[in-house]
C-alpha cells in the first residue's frame, strides 16, 4: 500500500508565528486530504487538495503530485490552531476514497 | 458542515459483553468507513461499504463486525470485548471528494 510520512512529528510555536506541515507519500494519487483532529478528537477536514493550491482564511495547502508531497501552511497562528494535523491520500485503484493516513503532526501554539 | 453522527461517545464496558457502536449521516452518501485510532497514533481503517449490503474488510485487521442494511446507518458491533479492543473508533463517509467523520466513540473495555 502507499506509505504516507508527515513531518515534522512535533512542532511548538508561539502565537503569531507561521508554520508549514510537510507529507510526503510513496506513489501516485488521486486524492489527498488534509485534517485538523482537535483537543476533543474531532477531525475536521481543512482540504482536499489531490493538486494544486488552495486558500482557506490563514490556511492554504499546495500538492505536487508528480513529486509525491504536499504542504500545508498555517500564518499568524492562534492557540485555536493547536491539535494534530493528518495528510490522508487516496489511489485510484480502489475509486481513491479508502484514506491512507499519515501518522500526523502535533502542533502546539503557545499564548 | 458535516451531518454525520455517532453514539455513544465514551463507553466502558466489562470483558465479554456485546456492543454495537451507531453510526449515522444524513448526506446521502454511498460509501461510509470506520477507522481505529489508539492515543497520539495514526488511523487506521478497519472496514468501508460501498452502498447498502456491501461491506469489505479494511487495511488492520479487526475482530469487530459491520452492516450496512440502510444508506445512512453503519454499526460496528464487537461480539465479545476485551481490554485488547480498547480504543477510540471514527466513523466516516464520503463522496467523490471530501471525507467527513463523526465525533468518535472512545471505547474502554475493563
Known amino acids: 500500500g502507499i506509505q504516507v510520512e508527515q513531518s515534522p512529528p512535533d512542532l511548538i510555536l508561539q502565537e503569531g508565528a507561521n508554520s508549514t506541515l510537510r507529507c510526503n507519500f510513496s506513489?501516485?494519487?488521486?486524492?489527498l486530504q488534509w485534517f485538523h483532529q482537535n483537543p476533543w478528537g474531532q477531525l475536521i477536514n481543512l482540504f482536499y487538495?489531490?493538486?494544486g493550491t488552495k486558500q482557506n482564511g490563514r490556511l492554504s495547502a499546495t500538492t505536487v503530485a508528480t513529486e509525491r508531497y504536499s504542504l500545508l501552511y498555517i500564518s499568524s497562528s492562534q492557540t485555536t490552531d493547536s491539535g494534530v494535523y493528518f495528510c490522508?491520500?487516496?489511489?485510484?485503484?480502489?475509486?481513491?476514497?479508502?484514506?491512507?493516513f499519515g501518522t500526523g503532526t502535533r502542533l502546539t501554539i503557545i499564548p | 458542515e458535516a451531518d454525520i453522527y455517532q453514539t455513544p461517545r465514551y463507553l466502558v464496558i466489562g470483558t465479554g459483553k456485546k456492543i454495537t457502536l451507531e453510526c449515522s449521516q444524513t448526506?446521502?452518501?454511498?460509501?461510509m468507513y470506520w477507522y481505529q485510532q489508539d492515543p497520539g497514533m495514526e488511523l487506521h481503517l478497519i472496514h468501508y461499504?460501498?452502498?447498502?449490503?456491501?461491506?469489505e474488510k479494511g487495511d488492520l485487521s479487526s475482530e469487530s463486525t459491520v452492516s450496512r442494511i440502510r444508506t445512512e446507518h453503519f454499526p460496528l458491533t464487537l461480539e465479545s470485548a476485551r481490554p485488547s479492543h480498547t480504543s477510540q473508533y471514527l466513523c466516516?463517509?464520503?463522496?467523490?471528494?471530501?471525507?467527513?467523520f463523526g465525533q468518535g466513540t472512545r471505547l474502554t473495555v475493563v
Open positions: 466516516a463517509s464520503s463522496e467523490r471528494t471530501k471525507a467527513f
Open positions: 487538495i489531490p493538486s
Open positions: 461499504s460501498y452502498g447498502v449490503n456491501s461491506t
Open positions: 506513489d501516485s494519487v488521486n486524492n
Open positions: 490522508a491520500v487516496g489511489a485510484s485503484n480502489f475509486g481513491n476514497e479508502k484514506l491512507t
Open positions: 448526506m446521502g452518501h454511498d460509501k
